[in-house]
C-alpha cells in the first residue's frame, strides 16, 4: 500500500522552499532518501547558488 502525503513536509530540502500543497508523494520513499541524505542537506547547495548567481 502507498502512503502519499504533501510534498511540502519536505520543504526542509530546499534552500528556497515552495509550497506546493497540490503535489502529494510517497511517504516510506521520501523517508528512504531522508534517512540517505547527509544531516543539514538543502538543494541547490548554498555555496553553489553564490558561485552561480556571482557576475565575475
Known amino acids: ?3 502519499l502525503v504533501p510534498s511540502d513536509l519536505y520543504n526542509r530540502w530546499f534552500s528556497t522552499p515552495v509550497s506546493t500543497p497540490h503535489i502529494d508523494v510517497d ?3 521520501m523517508n528512504e532518501l ?3 541524505l547527509p ?3 538543502v ?3 548554498p555555496a ?3 558561485i ?4 565575475d
Open 1 to 3: 500500500m502507498t502512503l
Open 27 to 29: 511517504y516510506a520513499t
Open 34 to 36: 531522508m534517512k540517505k
Open 39 to 41: 544531516k543539514g542537506y
Open 43 to 45: 538543494f541547490p547547495d
Open 48 to 50: 553553489s547558488m553564490v
Open 52 to 55: 552561480m548567481n556571482s557576475k
